[in-house]
């Protein structure tokens, strides 16, 4: 048995600025349908407000949610209410994300992702089963926080008096959720920062890591106590930015300043390691928190004096225009540089440290981040509210609080045509519901379907679970004198010549033939998590597809179901065909945009004709632009298999895709002028500038590599 509850300090909750307005937090609540409550990060926004309805009798008739847009803060959170209320995660208290349900009969407050919310819909469009929903962090602008508010904007419309929306942000967008509301009352909690003094750099940094290490180096070795809270753009760079710091604070003289205390923090950091950041310093030792934009918002650090922001952030970027996904490193917008900056001031005045100059500040950063639906695939997004089967619903006239473009509404509704989830008149198809309700991308879900019916299913689920895990194998270890030969890994699998989704499958089959064995993943460089994450993904889609698992069997390539197989990937990916060049192995896209492209250096070998070609026909999951444009996870398929696509392609209708009430298109852009928004979506001069900026800083980037 688990014990519950424990060394929750009530003390120090009371103090934070959330509480000390419990009174009017319920008053409002009360009184209003939807209400915007504004915090400073840090205020107890997260984890009070659900506390303090849920004392005021809020959950006897409902459950309360409470979305993060982030699986991590769903599940930190969650942790930390519950032990704040000396309750079992899973009881009174619980979460759910995407493969992980960790609630019960009793569960009054859930944490959720904003995508589970989403998804919730579908079973229940009018969410009966609560009584308050609180949108949390919607300054965040994630998709699916944006397609709820459009989704509970409807139901408040239709007067559903019984469901009490709450949105909370840390920024000033509060006016622009109000105004999207119906002019809904604004809370504003004034927090307790102190002043925050910025230090700009004199000179744009070559290379903001070593930039960002030499100045955490210069305050440890300079400045009185407090912790240092540094931001960076992702996993590789926190630990090359560590291992810098490690090595450089082990060379200084002996007692010459206090001991540190260096912790990573980002996403994909296992919980026991990230709640490593909420134990405070002991005392005489500082901590370094070398952190992704985690930090930002998601998760307060206490105890934190000097922040350093180098300005920037990784943000995946979709383009419809060329149907390119790309993750790149970009400024961060004056909004998020501000909130950078506040983390230094929660408990005393502190300073931030910016390396780059005030000229960038002003000039180039954009000043809002753009949301995340103005540069995403739209695919699922669009599924979902067809799904819906919301009969007044329009996807291309649908209320954004930030309308995605045109184009990327275009590119969603070709894609889901393609792969038979709407019909040329826009309706969804039986099909496309049962893709819906499959918590995937759409294209993994279409090839459930289609193996389903081609008998096919087990191998089927495997891949879908493989290429749900985020990151799969170990880095391969460094072939250094130093090292013995029995640390190589063991080889793996080759995917028959057929591809990647062939591998994974592969992958999966021999560690499940070797009883599931966290040695054999260690043996072949492959990570036991991801390993025992897929299984859990793969049992949880079973059930989904009422699926009885009779065991896995193993297939030679040219065995009828490995045909069948390959058949059911082409159909699910084929909005992701790809054509070889005649004579040397590029590849051509196909689709309403084309592109030459190679097979990403990651992909395993593919088998070869005579003449060293690749097959001539693959799909694959991804186009990505990494200084190239590249195909990522690829099968090679028969050009027969891909005819249907390829017809399809050919009869494209988009308004027509849009779905009910095509006709009075026009009269949406009427509407738009009457909710016109407080803030204004960026404008096309500051979206020049951010794609001036970016390409400044990939020509400086350039000229490093050279
Ligand atoms: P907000 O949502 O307004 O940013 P939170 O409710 O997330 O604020 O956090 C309120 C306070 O609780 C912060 O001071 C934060 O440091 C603390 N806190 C939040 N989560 C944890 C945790 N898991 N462990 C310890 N302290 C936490
Ligand atoms: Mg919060």
């Known amino acids: 048995m688990q014990t519950c509850g424990g060394q929750a300090s009530s003390a120090l909750a009371c103090e934070l600025p959330v509480t000390r307005y419990e009174k009017e937090i319920v008053d409002v609540v009360k009184k209003n349908d939807v209400v915007v409550i504004i915090g400073e990060t840090g205020s107890g926004k997260t984890t009070q407000i659900s506390q303090i309805l849920h004392h005021a009798g809020s959950t006897e008739f409902g459950v309360i949610a409470i979305t993060q847009p982030r699986r991590v803060a769903a599940v930190s959170v969650a942790r930390r209410v519950a032990s704040e209320m000396k309750v079992c995660l899973g009881e009174e208290v619980g979460y759910s994300i995407r493969f992980e349900d960790r609630t019960s009969e009793k569960t009054r407050i859930k944490y959720l992702t904003d995508g589970c919310l989403l998804r919730e819909f579908l079973s229940d469009a009018e969410l009966k089963q609560y009584s308050v929903i609180i949108l949390d962090e919607a300054h965040e602008r994630s998709l699916n926080t944006d397609i709820l508010l459009g989704l509970l904007k409807r139901l408040?419309?239709?007067?559903?008096?019984?469901l009490k929306i709450v949105i909370t942000s840390a920024t000033l967008e509060g006016e622009k959720f109000s105004t999207f509301f119906f002019g809904c009352p604004v809370m504003k909690i004034p927090g307790k920062l102190f002043p925050v003094e910025i230090l700009?750099?004199?000179?744009?940094?070559?290379?903001y890591i070593e930039s960002a290490v030499q100045t955490?180096?210069?305050?440890?070795?300079?400045?009185?106590?407090?912790d240092i809270l540094l931001f960076l753009t992702g996993k590789e760079e926190i630990e090359k930015a560590i291992m810098k710091l490690e090595d450089r604070i082990r060379q200084l003289e002996e007692g010459s300043c206090m001991d540190a205390i260096i912790l990573p923090l980002h996403a994909s950091l296992e919980p026991e390691l990230?709640?490593?950041v909420f134990t405070p310093s002991p005392p005489s030792c500082r901590r370094i928190i070398v952190a992704t934009n985690i930090a930002e918002t998601s998760l307060t650090v206490d105890g934190v004096v000097f922040v350093i922001d180098p300005g920037v952030v990784k943000q995946h970027q979709y383009s419809p225009m060329t149907g390119m996904y790309s993750l790149v490193v970009v400024k961060i917008s004056r909004v998020q540089a501000t909130q950078r900056a506040g983390r230094a001031g929660r408990t005393r005045p502190g300073k931030c440290y910016r390396l780059y100059t005030e000229a960038v500040f002003e000039n180039e950063l954009p000043p809002v981040t753009m949301p995340e639906i103005q540069r995403s695939s739209l695919a699922g997004a669009v599924l979902h509210l067809k799904s819906l089967d919301l009969k007044d619903i329009n996807v291309l006239e649908f209320e954004y609080l930030d309308p995605p473009s045109r184009s990327s509404l275009e590119d969603a509704l070709q894609k889901l045509f393609i792969i038979d989830a709407i019909q040329e008149d826009g309706s969804i198809t039986h099909l496309g519901r049962r893709m819906a309700v499959l918590p995937l991308e759409p294209s993994l879900s279409r090839m459930l379907l289609a193996a389903e019916e081609a008998g096919c299913l087990s191998e089927a689920l495997t891949i879908a679970a493989m290429l749900s895990c985020e990151s799969l194998f170990l880095p391969s270890p460094k072939k250094s004198a130093s090292h013995k030969r029995d640390l190589e890994f063991?080889?793996?699998p080759d995917g028959m010549?057929?591809?990647?989704?062939?591998?994974?499958?592969?992958?999966?089959?021999?560690?499940?033939?070797?009883?599931?064995?966290?040695?054999?993943?260690k043996e072949h460089g492959v990570k036991i998590r991801s390993m025992m994450f897929a299984r859990e993904v793969r049992r949880q889609l079973s059930q989904i597809m009422k699926w009885e698992d009779k065991g896995l069997s193993r297939y030679r390539r040219k065995d009828p179901k490995m045909l069948a197989l390959r058949k059911a990937i082409c159909t699910g990916f084929s909005n992701h065909l790809a054509h070889r060049m005649q004579q040397h192995n590029g590849f051509r896209t196909l689709g309403a945009k084309t592109h030459l492209?190679?097979?990403?250096?990651?992909?395993?070998?593919m088998e070869v004709d005579d003449d060293g070609l690749l097959p001539e026909w693959v799909v694959y999951n991804e186009l990505v632009n990494v200084g190239r444009p590249f195909i990522r996870n690829v099968c090679a398929v028969k050009g027969s298999w891909c005819q249907p696509a390829l017809m399809k392609l050919s009869k494209l209708s988009v308004t027509k895709l849009g779905g009910a009430q095509s006709s009075t298109l026009p009269s949406v852009e009427k509407e738009q002028k009457v909710e016109k928004p407080a803030i204004e979506p960026l404008s096309a001069t500051q979206k020049d500038l951010v794609a001036a900026a970016r390409e400044r800083f990939l020509a400086?980037?350039?000229a490093r590599t050279k």
Do not use: F, M
Not at 156 to 162: A, E, F, H, I, L
Not at 200 to 207: A, L
Not at 216 to 226: D, F
Not at 497 to 519: C, M, P, R, S, T
């Open 490 to 492: 063991k080889s793996l």
């Open 274 to 276: 990230q709640v490593r």
């Open 156 to 162: 408040c419309g239709r007067k559903s008096p019984d």
């Open 216 to 226: 955490a180096l210069e305050i440890h070795t300079q400045k009185g106590p407090g």
């Open 497 to 521: 010549g057929l591809g990647d989704h062939i591998q994974l499958l592969q992958i999966y089959e021999k560690w499940h033939e070797d009883g599931y064995n966290a040695e054999w993943c």
């Open 700 to 702: 400086r980037k350039q």
């Open 200 to 207: 700009y750099s004199t000179q744009e940094p070559v290379n």
């Open 597 to 605: 492209v190679q097979i990403h250096p990651s992909a395993c070998s």
